[in-house]
C-alpha cells in the first residue's frame, strides 16, 4: 500500500531560479545539488523533496510514493503487474540519485510517471526553514504535500487510481466548469487530486502546507518581493478547510501555500461531493485568466494531437 506522496522531480530551463524561489519566499532549505544539477529542496529532515532538473522545457518528470518497507513495496509490484501494469526497476545509480533503498517505476495511462520507493535517506535535526518562520511545514507521516493532475478521462483515471493503486476516494467537487477528484492514502486530506482536461495531460499544482498561519501571511508579503503572480487569492477551500493562496513559479507549475488542512480517518469519513471549491476567497487573478494553469501538453487522440484550448477553471 502506498503512505506517502514522498517526492517530486520536474525539468525547467529555469531551474537555477528555484535557488531563491524556494528557500527566500517558500521557506524550503536548499539541499545538495543532484547529479545532473538540478536543485534540490528540503521541506523536512528528509533530505530532500522537491528536485528541479535542468530541462529545455518545462515539464512533469515523475512522483515519488513511499512505501513503508521493502516486504510492502514487492508485493504492490506484482499486484501492479498482475493488473497488466509494466513495471520497471530502478537501478542502482537512479536508487543512489534519489536516495532511496530501492525504486520501481510505473506510467499511468497517459504516461504521467510514478516512482515507488521505500527507505528514503533522511538525517535528524537537520532542516531549518530558508526564510524566517515561526514553524516548518507539515509532513511527517503526512508526507510531503499534494499533487495534482490533469487527465483527458477523469473516470478512467479513477479507475486506475483507485481500483488499481489503491488511492482512497475524499471527496469531490463538481462546477459548471470543473470537476476534481481528491485521493488519500494516509492522514491528510489528500495527497493527489485528479481534474478533467480532454485532450489533454498535466500538473496542476504542488501544495505545502505550513504550521502556521503566520507563515502563510509572511509568504504572501514576500510575493512583490520575489516578482511572483499571484494566481488564486487567500481563500479557504470547502472540502479540505485549507486555508492557501496559489502563485506561480519560475517552471509552469502553480503551489498551493496553505495552512490548517483537515485530517481524514477512513473507519469514520464519509465521501462527499460539494458545488464550489471555496467557502471564500480564491478569485483567479489576471495572470491566472490569461495562462493555461501548470504545465499542460496535449495528448494523441486516434493519430491526431488535441488543439490547446482554454483550460477549465
Known amino acids: 500500500m502506498i503512505q506517502e506522496l514522498s517526492y517530486i522531480g520536474i525539468g525547467s530551463p529555469r531551474s537555477e531560479e528555484w535557488r531563491t524561489y524556494g528557500t527566500g519566499l517558500l521557506g524550503t532549505m536548499l539541499a545538495p545539488d543532484g547529479p545532473d544539477g538540478a536543485v534540490r529542496l528540503a521541506v523536512d529532515d528528509i533530505n530532500y523533496r522537491i ?23 514487492h508485493d504492490f509490484v506484482d499486484h501492479l503487474e498482475s493488473r497488466g501494469v509494466a513495471v520497471y526497476s530502478g537501478e542502482p545509480g537512479l536508487c543512489q540519485e534519489r536516495e532511496v533503498a530501492e525504486l520501481a517505476w510505473f506510467e499511468d495511462p497517459w504516461g504521467i510517471r510514478h516512482e515507488l520507493t521505500w527507505g528514503k535517506a533522511a538525517t535528524p535535526l537537520s532542516f531549518s526553514t530558508g526564510r ?31 481500483d488499481v493503486l489503491g488511492f482512497r476516494l475524499s471527496d469531490r467537487i463538481n462546477t459548471k466548469y470543473v470537476g476534481v477528484r481528491f485521493y488519500h ?49 487567500l481563500g479557504r477551500h470547502t472540502n479540505d478547510l485549507m486555508t492557501s493562496v496559489y502563485i506561480g513559479s519560475p517552471s509552469g507549475l502553480q503551489i498551493e501555500y496553505g ?12 465521501a462527499r461531493t ?14 491566472a485568466k490569461s495562462r493555461v494553469p501548470g504545465i499542460v501538453k496535449p495528448i494523441a487522440v486516434d493519430g491526431l494531437v488535441a488543439a490547446a484550448a482554454g483550460a477549465p477553471r
Open 132 to 162: 524566517t518562520m515561526r514553524g516548518g511545514f507539515v509532513t511527517g507521516d503526512q508526507g510531503l504535500g499534494h499533487v495534482v493532475f490533469q487527465v483527458p478521462d477523469i473516470e478512467e483515471a479513477n479507475r486506475f487510481y483507485v
Open 274 to 287: 460539494y458545488n464550489r471549491p471555496s467557502y471564500w476567497g480564491h478569485k483567479l487573478s489576471d495572470a
Open 51 to 73: 528536485a528541479v532538473h535542468p530541462a529545455a522545457e518545462d515539464e512533469f518528470r515523475y512522483a515519488g510514493w513511499g512505501m513503508a518497507n521493502e516486504t510492502d513495496l
Open 185 to 233: 492514502v494516509n492522514g491528510r486530506h489528500h495527497s493527489l487530486a485528479l481534474s478533467e482536461y480532454p485532450g489533454h495531460v498535466g500538473f496542476n499544482h504542488l501544495m505545502l502546507e505550513v504550521e502556521h498561519l503566520d507563515d502563510l501571511g509572511r509568504m504572501i508579503d514576500l510575493v512583490d518581493e520575489h516578482d511572483v503572480d499571484v494566481m488564486q487569492s
Open 259 to 270: 495552512h490548517g488542512g483537515l485530517t481524514v480517518d477512513d473507519l469514520s469519513w464519509v
